[in-house]
């Protein structure tokens, strides 16, 4: 145990070196995180760490994935630590200190992504060259990511090129910010904006104009049909709370005045599938009714009517695993045997989905991610410095 506390204490101040550093980014979702990812890019290269990076179209934004293999040469497989490099936004004036710059007040540290998930990306970065000198059994995969705050856009790329290489990994885990605890499953989430193009007339002559609003209000009315139908549909044994796939209407804008036919609406509504199913009946019966009833009866009074779905984002679930390799990993490492689900969406889903055993956990309380004044406490971070050594220590000889 002591010289476990001896690589904590010696790797700690490394640790929030790298975290003010990664801090200093500003790499706020949809914009470059070039300048972090050579940061840890240059750091994985020194340790001989094998490394491939994926890019945005844009080539404004990069994913990196290392693979650390230790002393001696090994044949794949292996553990994925993952996190994503992009943080939301903060607004400068209502911070304590700059959001932007590390701050040390009573062992936390304040900034903008210190607690998701720059923290846990500090502290696999600052392990990085404990893992490369010991002989692993496995190697140790780093992935950090961009776009994960928007629905989870920007990991596809990197995991198509994951299975590409063939790169076969066991177990993942994603250090998002869950208290150190295991988390085996969460909810997916499908955002959508759907848009409603008629004909603007006068209120007086409905029949001579086409009403994107009223065709907007049957839309949402066959989705507040499908709610009811969702709850009939809940899975035997469901962990989550509520236990069945919840959708909801969260903004309509549309029209411009009362007496004016309304020539536009859009509908932002999103859908929280507690299986992968309720997902695709929703997305199924939608388009039907959307192609076979509305659009048909919109271009039959104005052709160039329209409805158009736009797509903002579909983060799939992550599923309970029957015998989670990932799950049991984590409460062995940590002591801890909850395992819990949660609310917020990750990349997890999209992990498991390549087959992966996969497991959400990392430093920090989810309760200051994405608020002002987001900070993560030394305690968390070097919770999190220990279980990933022990990790090592279970993956070599
Ligand atoms: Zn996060």
């Known amino acids: 145990m002591a010289t476990q506390n001896n690589i904590i204490d010696q790797v700690f ?5 790298i975290l003010s550093d990664l801090i200093k980014f500003q790499t706020v979702s949809g914009t470059s995180n070039l300048k972090l990812i050579e940061y840890c890019e240059k750091k994985l290269d020194k340790l001989g760490a094998i490394s491939f990076k ?34 939301v936004p903060a607004s400068v004036k209502n911070w304590t200190s700059n959001p ?39 190697p140790i995969h780093l992935s950090y990511t961009y776009d994960e705050e928007t629905a989870c856009q920007g990991a596809p790329v990197m995991l198509k090129e994951l299975k590409k290489r063939k790169i076969d990994c ?6 998002e910010p869950t208290n150190m605890k295991a988390i085996q499953a969460h909810k997916g989430c499908y955002e959508y904006s759907t848009h409603f193009y008629g004909l603007a007339g006068h209120g007086s002559a409905p029949d001579k104009g086409v009403n994107a609003v009223e ?33 909801q209407i969260g903004k309509i804008r549309g029209g411009i005045a009362r007496n004016v036919i309304a020539d536009q609406c859009t509908v932002d509504w999103e859908l929280r599938p507690v299986v992968f199913e ?59 045997n909850s395992r819990d689900v949660v609310s917020f969406g990750t990349e997890a889903g999209l992990f498991q989905e390549l087959g992966i055993s996969t497991v959400v ?32 220590n279970q993956i070599s000889n």
């Open 215 to 247: 065709y907007a209000a049957k839309f949402i009315n066959k989705l507040m049909e499908l709610r009811k139908k969702l709850k009939d549909r809940e899975p035997k044994n469901s962990i989550f709370t509520p236990p069945y796939t919840t959708l």
């Open 100 to 138: 932007y710059v590390a701050s040390e007040r009573d062992n936390k540290i304040y900034g903008r992504g210190s607690c998701d998930m720059k923290g846990f990306i500090a502290c696999t970065l600052a392990l990085a060259p404990y893992f490369a000198s010991e002989n692993l059994k496995k």
């Open 278 to 336: 309720d997902g695709e009946f929703v997305k199924k019966i939608m388009d039907d009714y959307v192609e076979d009833v509305l659009l048909p009866e919109m271009k039959r009074a104005y052709p160039k009517s329209n409805i158009k779905k736009e797509i903002v984002g579909e983060i799939i679930g992550f599923n309970k695993e029957e015998k989670s390799e990932a799950v049991n990993l984590i409460c062995n490492l940590t002591g801890d």
């Open 361 to 392: 956990c990392g430093p920090g309380s989810i309760e200051q991610a994405h608020k002002t004044d987001e900070y993560v406490s030394f305690d968390e971070l070097k919770l999190c410095l220990k279980m990933l050594i022990d990790l090592k």
């Open 13 to 17: 101040p490394e640790t929030l070196k």
């Open 54 to 87: 994926t890019f945005h179209d844009s080539k404004q934004q990069a994913h990196l994935f290392s693979t650390i293999n230790g002393k001696k040469k090994l044949n794949g497989g292996g553990i994925i630590l993952s996190g994503h490099t992009d943080v």
């Open 170 to 175: 066991s177990v993942c885990i994603v250090g």
